[in-house]
């Protein structure tokens, strides 16, 4: 009995132990354990051993005053503690290794319960508690030389995860280095090995480093840690001690002709990069970094990495079209929780604004060039761009060809973070592949096959050619639905785009200043880039003299160049203000430096009385209501959106106090006087109602409002996992069968129920339970609702899944609206998910 367990068990663990993957990116954790998914496929192997290990114990235990007899049974309990910290259920399996220890107190098997013990605290997040557990046993061992070697062996590693864990690395090295001294099995080494060498390259200590990466490849580890270990020596090269990188690079250059590194190539010239960075050979760097960048495939961490090295280096040269490229690049892939992630995400945003007013300004010049040559040099341009439309999509055939019989001959198959992964080769998998592209093709449409494929304005990275400025989608032509031609093998097709007309002329002037505009306030406000901010403000007062935003461009070039203290210039536009804009807030401000404050008190009254107003609104109050706007209009001349607030609650007040008409009528005056406010669209859903209470052709559906009042949320009541099924497109026997297979595979230990009521004449409610924690039934959910068993000949329309409390069951049963409790289901469920 204790045998078939333990079998189980060990199985368990092999195969947990070839299913892991680590993240050779990060210094890596002495022991990966994998994630929930991984310990989701070890719950057969892990039930039936702590099943096994149960029935031994009832069976066969003997213990009499407070002595056990029979002497597998302290094993029993070990192994159903082991069990569970496999499953990761971390809480059981602290509760069994305490029940060892304190059962076992006589016995050394306590010693090993003690270090399991450590070991689920530390998974657990609980740093103090598994401290203080490994302290207890280090002194236990020095005490006591009988203890197990397995034990002794095993301490320091636990010790030395307890630090890594915490990303305190420099504290792990002592307890690592004493791992080493104690021998360990081959594959425990190597791995010690290389993460001392991991530490020992953050921390700069480069001779330390690479002499552990050494060890490593002189183990005959798998290829993938010697490969990363020949990959971080190389990047432990340093120049401080007079090291010669010619041989180093002379190896990495081996390895990148080499078929078997073909997927590790991104890596492999990220090394080369640092070597060269180390060597201030910037140029060759860079030329490494878009290299790896380039040929990046599946590692996402380093084709993020390599991306956002060279988008730094770009912005502080600065270039920011190539810049804005290679954060956009990283942004795909960088998962949410990377370091620093939002301000990245961030600067991204302001590069890609940068890079479209860049392109709209370079794209209008050109089309206006174009435009005012001869129509002789305009048809022969466009005959070129034709002739090499036609080469290109021949080229674009020859290489799909090329893709579709590579596509038939690989065989390999990596995971997104590096290293490879067990499973089917993605484009042998019809439903992955199906589903992969149809995401692809929401995301970005129909795209060819390309280099930078993901940027659909390829001037971020290029000059635009002319092909490009020509195809442009109709933007200056006043009505963009109008469209010559679509076939861009003819001269029409890029035609249709260009300025002819004085009125096209005029719209694009008008996109040209509007861009300039915008790069003035984004060279100055996002990117602290005063000189290039002047420089945009100068050249739009330069070509357009007369422009809309004339006043707000002096203030602004006042402003940069008193902070540059160029006080000889800030005083030429100051002095334009004053007299061009006397009467403008700008003016009074230059000449009065107290004249905000003023205005600024002025809007914190109007503030309170608005707050005051719509106190009075909420109440009812109409004629009070009333009263307050209308004073407040009449004493306040600013702010707008303030103002904009008080005419839509008179306009509501008159409607209320009045007859529809005055409401109407004064909604009619807020629109036309505050296009832009917030209240607007409020203000002209009423409008549009009172004109024609019964038109329903508004272009967009109103969002429906479902009321789930009816049922509480309580995140500690007991939970159900329920499927409603349509009886007439699905066997619900056949179905009930798969999810009690489902259960035994996975969750045998639950003894989870499963009951099947009509919920109406044609429809079946099937629930399966109980469980005690939302937790514990949202990884049922998420494992059972992705099962491909379970749901095998079923479409998603054939059923919806679902987690509902004991309490809101009988109101879901007495309700009977499926869209009303998913509703509340997905409101309340998913906040952690």
Known sequence: MFWNGRESYREGVAQLDKSVKDNYNK??????????????????????????????????????????????????????????????????????????????????????????????????????????????????????????????????????????????????????????????KKTVDARVRFILGQIFQQEEEYYKASEYYRQVIKKNPPYEMAFNAAINLARSYDTRYGDNSKDIVKQLNKMLKEDKNLEFRDQIYFALAEIAFKEDNDTLAIHHLIKSVAVSKSNNFQKATSALKLAQIYFFVPEYELAQAYY?????????????????????????????????????????????????????????????????????????????????????????????????????????KSFGLTEFRKKWGNRKLEDNWRLSNKQAIFEPSQEDLLAQPDSISGDSTIIISKDSHSREYYLQNLPFTEAQLAISDSLIEEAYYNLGFIYKDKLVNNPKAIESFETLLELFPLNKNRLQVY???????????????????????????????????????????????????????????????????YYTVYSNSTKALTEFDEPPEI??????????????????????????????????????????????????????????????????????????????????????????????????????????????????????????????????TIDKVMNYYNAIITNEYVYANLTEDDYDGFVIAQENYPVFYKDKDVKKYLTFFRQNYFEDQ
Not at 692 to 720: A, G, H, L, M
């Open 328 to 432: 956009d690049t990283a942004i795909q892939v960088l998962p949410e929780d990377y370091p620093d992630y939002k301000n990245i995400k961030g600067l991204s945003l302001y590069l890609t604004e940068l890079v479209d007013n860049l392109i709209t300004i370079e794209t209008q010049d050109s089309l206006q060039r174009l435009a005012n040559i001869s129509e002789e040099e305009r048809n022969a341009i466009i005959d070129k761009i034709i002739e090499d439309v036609i080469k290109e999509e021949e080229k674009q055939k020859e290489l799909d060809e090329l893709m579709l019989l590579a596509g038939n001959t690989n065989t390999g198959s990596t995971n997104t973070m590096g290293g490879r992964s067990g499973g089917e080769w993605y484009f042998y998998n019809t439903t992955a």
């Open 643 to 772: 103002l904009a607030k008080f005419e839509y609650l008179r306009a509501i007040s008159l409607g209320k106090i009045e007859v529809v008409d005055s409401l109407q009528v004064a909604l009619e005056n807020l629109v036309m006087k505050y296009p832009d406010s917030e209240v607007t669209p409020l203000a002209q859903n009423i409008l549009d109602y009172l004109r024609d209470p019964s038109d329903t052709t508004s272009t967009k559906e109103p969002e429906e409002v479902i009321d789930v009042s009816i049922y509480e949320f309580n995140s500690n009541s007991k939970q159900i996992f329920a499927l409603v099924v349509a009886d007439n497109k699905i066997n619900i026997n056949a179905l009930k069968v798969r999810i009690s297979d489902f259960n035994m595979k996975y969750y045998r230990l639950e003894n989870l129920s499963i009951t099947n009521i009509l919920l109406d004449a044609s429809t079946h409610f099937i629930m399966v339970g109980n469980f005690n």
């Open 555 to 621: 203030y602004q070039l006042y402003r940069l160049y008193t902070n540059d203290e160029n006080f000889e210039k800030a005083e030429i536009y100051k002095n334009l203000i004053i007299e061009q804009y006397p009467e403008s807030d700008y003016a009074k401000l230059l000449l009065d430096p107290d004249y905000y404050k003023e205005l600024e008190a002025r809007r914190n009254l109007a503030q309170t009385l608005y707050d005051e107003t719509y106190e009075h609104y909420e109440a009812q109050r």
């Open 27 to 184: 210094i890596l954790p002495v022991f990966n354990y994998g994630t929930e998914s991984d310990a989701q496929a070890m719950n057969p192997f892990m039930d039936r051993a702590i099943e096994k290990a149960s029935v031994n114990i009832q069976r066969h235990s003997m213990f009499f005053n407070r002595k056990e007899y029979v002497r597998w049974i302290d094993d029993s309990y070990m192994m159903i503690g082991l069990g569970y910290f496999y499953k990761q259920e971390y809480n059981k399996a602290r509760r069994t290794f305490e029940f060892v220890i304190n059962e076992y107190k006589n016995n050394d098997i306590k010693y090993e319960a003690m270090l399991w013990l450590g070991n689920s605290y530390n998974q657990m997040g609980k740093y103090k508690r598994a401290q203080s557990v490994l302290d207890n046993l280090g002194n236990e061992i020095d005490k006591n030389p009988k203890v197990a070697s397995k034990v002794r062996k095993m301490l320091p590693l636990v010790r030395a995860d307890l630090y890594i864990l915490q990303e305190k690395y420099g504290q792990a090295k002592e307890p690592l280095v004493d791992a080493l001294y104690l021998r360990q």
